[in-house]
C-alpha cells in the first residue's frame, strides 16, 4: 500500500509539472510567437542563431517544442537547415539552464505567481494580459508540482538505507541510463524527467556515478524523442531530428562508455549527487554546442529519397509596418502562395500516377502557411475599418483554400489512389466528364488567383460564372452516370460511388475558390440583395446572399 501511495504522489506531481509547463508554454507562444518566428531568420549568424534556441529553450522549459518549431519552419522553408540546427542546439542547452533555475531556492515565489497569474487570466479582459496570466500562472503551477515530487520521494530516504535496489543501482550507471532514457519518453520531457531524478537522488542517496548516467540517459531520451513525434513526417523536418539525434545520442554513449572506463578515478572526486547531475546536464548541452559546426556540415549533405514539394513562404510583414496598403498587400502575398500550393496539391493529385507522400507534403506547407496568417493577422496593429475587412476576407479565404486541401489531400487523393491500383475503372464517357471538371477546376484556380491579386469586380464575375458552369457541369455527369446505370452499364454500376465522390469533391473545391469572387463584388457594390444563395440552391457553400445584376 505504501508503494502504491508513493507511486500516486509521484505521477500526480509529474502529470502536474506536465500540466504546467504546457499551460506556461501556450501563454508565451500566444503572446510572442509572431514575433519568434519573425526573428528567426536566415540573416541571423549561427551564435545568433545559438543564442536565440537558447533563450527559447530557457523560456518554453523545454527543448523538445523549439525543435519542433525549427522543424517545421525547415519544412516548409521558412529558414534553411543550418540555422535550425543551430536553433534546435541552442535551445538544447537553454533548457539544460532552465532545470537548474527551477532547482534554485525560488519556489517561495510560487504562490505569488499562482495569485498574479490566476488574477489576470481569470479577470483580465484584455487577450494578451490574460495570456500574460496563463505565463505567470504556470510558472508558479510548475513551482507547485515541483514540491508535490519532492514530498512524493520523501520515504525513499528509508528504502535507501533498508533496501538492496538502490543500494545496487548507486554502482550502475548504465542501468540508470536505461531508466532515464524510459523515464524522458514516458513523460514526453527531458525537464521532468531530470527534476524528478533529482529529487530522488537527493532523497534516496543515490550514487553521482549513476547520476551522471541517468542525465546521460535522459539526453538520449531527449533526442530520441523528436524522432518519435516527427515520425510520420518527411524531409527537411524528419532530417533535422535525425541529425539532432545522431549527435546527442552519439555524445551521450561516449561519454557513458568514458564514465565507466574512469570510474575507479573520477569516483572519489565528484562532489553530491544532486550537484553532479546539474553539472553534468548543462556540461552535456555545453558541449554539443561545439558540435554545432559538424551539425551543419551534416545538414549540407543532400538526402536520399523524396523531398516532396517544397515551395517559398509567401507572407513577410516588415517589423513595426503600419502602413495598411502594405499590409494588405502582404497579406495578399500569403494568400496567393496558399493558392500556388492548392494548385501544385491539385496537379500532383490529379495526375495520371498520383503520388499521395508529394500531396501530403503539400498540406503540411498549406498548413503552415495558414498558420503564418492568422498569426499575422493575431498582431495586426490598429488599422482603418476598410482595410480590416478585406484583410478578414483574405483570412476567410484562406480557410476555405486550407479546407480545399484537406479534401484533395483526403478523399480525392484516396480515390484517385485507388482508381491507379486498379481497385475499379472508370467508363470511358465517365472519364471523359471528370477529366473536363479537372480542366474547370484548374481554370477556377487561376481566375482565383486573378480575384485575389487584382480585386476588380470584371474577374470576379467571370469567376461566378465559371462557378455556376462548374455546378451545371457537375450536375450533367451525375446525370449522365445514373443514365448508365439504369442502361445496365457494369462498369458505371461498380464504380458509381467513386464517380459520384469524386465529381462531388471537384465541385466543392471549385465552389470554394468561388467565395473570394462574391467578396469583391460585394466590395464594388455588384451585388444585389433580391436572390438567394447558391447554397440554397445547389448545395454551394457561397458567402454571399446576394447576386451580380444583369449586365
Not at 98 to 106: D, E, K, N
Not at 304 to 312: A, C, H, I, L, T
Not at 393 to 404: G, V
Request: with cysteine; hydrophobic share 50%.
Amino acid at each position: 500500500m505504501a508503494i502504491l501511495s508513493f507511486l500516486v504522489h509521484l505521477l500526480s506531481g509529474a502529470v502536474l509539472l506536465l500540466f504546467a509547463v504546457r499551460f506556461m508554454r501556450i501563454g508565451i507562444e500566444r503572446l510572442w510567437s509572431t514575433q519568434i518566428r519573425q526573428s528567426l531568420d536566415e540573416s541571423s549568424g549561427a551564435v545568433q542563431l545559438l543564442a536565440k534556441g537558447a533563450v527559447l529553450g530557457f523560456v518554453m522549459q523545454g527543448a523538445t517544442v523549439v525543435m519542433l518549431m525549427a522543424a517545421g519552419m525547415v519544412g516548409s522553408n521558412a529558414i534553411p537547415m543550418a540555422s535550425a540546427l543551430a536553433l534546435a542546439m541552442g535551445a538544447d542547452f537553454g533548457s539544460a539552464l532552465a532545470v537548474r533555475f527551477l532547482t534554485l531556492p525560488v519556489s517561495a515565489l510560487g504562490p505569488l505567481a499562482i495569485l498574479i497569474g490566476g488574477w489576470l487570466y481569470l479577470y483580465s479582459p484584455e487577450a494578451r494580459r490574460k495570456n500574460l496570466g496563463r505565463a505567470i500562472l504556470g510558472l508558479g503551477l510548475i513551482f507547485m508540482s515541483l514540491g508535490v515530487i519532492r514530498d512524493s520521494v520523501q520515504p525513499l530516504q528509508a528504502l535507501s538505507q533498508e533496501g538492496s535496489l538502490i543500494g545496487a543501482l548507486r554502482d550502475d550507471p548504465i542501468t540508470a541510463a536505461v531508466i532515464g532514457t524510459a523515464l524522458t519518453l514516458l513523460m514526453h520531457s527531458s525537464l521532468a524527467a531530470i527534476l524528478t531524478g533529482l529529487f530522488i537522488a537527493d532523497h534516496a542517496g543515490l550514487g553521482p556515478l549513476s547520476g551522471l548516467g541517468f542525465v546521460l540517459g535522459c539526453n538520449i531520451g531527449s533526442a530520441l524523442l523528436p524522432l518519435w513525434l516527427l515520425r510520420n513526417e518527411e524531409g527537411d523536418a524528419l532530417r533535422l531530428a535525425r541529425i539532432i539525434a545522431l549527435l546527442r545520442c552519439g555524445l551521450a554513449v561516449v561519454l557513458l562508455a568514458g564514465l565507466l572506463v574512469a570510474r575507479p578515478f573520477i569516483a572519489p572526486h565528484l562532489p553530491a549527487t544532486t550537484d553532479t547531475m546539474l553539472l553534468g546536464h548543462i556540461g552535456f548541452n555545453f558541449l554539443l554546442l561545439w558540435l554545432t559546426p559538424l551539425a551543419r556540415q551534416l545538414g549540407r549533405r543532400p538526402e536520399s529519397g523524396d523531398r516532396g514539394v517544397q515551395m517559398p513562404a509567401g507572407i513577410t510583414i516588415p517589423r513595426g509596418e503600419t502602413d495598411p496598403d502594405i499590409i494588405v498587400t502582404a497579406m495578399k502575398g500569403g494568400l496567393n502562395h496558399m493558392l500556388a500550393l492548392l494548385s501544385e496539391m491539385f496537379t500532383q493529385a490529379s495526375a495520371a500516377a498520383p503520388d499521395p507522400r508529394a500531396v501530403m507534403s503539400v498540406e503540411r506547407q498549406m498548413n503552415t502557411a495558414l498558420s503564418d496568417l492568422r498569426l499575422a493577422f493575431a498582431s495586426l496593429p490598429q488599422l482603418p475599418p476598410e482595410a480590416l475587412a478585406e484583410i478578414r476576407h483574405i483570412l476567410d479565404f484562406a480557410i476555405r483554400i486550407e479546407r480545399s486541401a484537406d479534401i484533395l489531400s483526403g478523399k480525392y487523393i484516396e480515390i484517385r489512389a485507388a482508381q491507379v491500383k486498379g481497385e475499379f475503372a472508370l467508363t470511358p464517357e465517365g472519364a471523359a466528364e471528370i477529366d473536363e471538371l479537372v480542366e474547370a477546376v484548374r481554370r477556377a484556380l487561376i481566375l482565383a488567383q486573378q480575384v485575389a491579386w487584382t480585386g476588380q469586380a470584371a474577374a470576379a464575375r467571370r469567376l461566378v460564372l465559371h462557378k455556376r458552369n462548374v455546378t451545371l457541369l457537375e450536375e450533367a455527369s451525375r446525370r449522365k452516370h445514373l443514365q448508365r446505370v439504369r442502361g445496365g452499364n457494369l462498369t458505371s454500376l461498380s464504380s458509381s460511388n467513386q464517380h459520384l465522390e469524386l465529381i462531388a469533391v471537384l465541385k466543392e473545391v471549385n465552389s470554394k475558390l468561388a467565395t473570394i469572387a462574391y467578396a469583391v463584388l460585394e466590395h464594388h457594390g455588384g451585388l444585389t440583395k433580391t436572390r438567394l444563395r447558391d447554397e440554397d440552391r445547389d448545395g454551394d457553400d457561397d458567402p454571399s446572399s446576394a447576386d451580380m445584376p444583369e449586365n
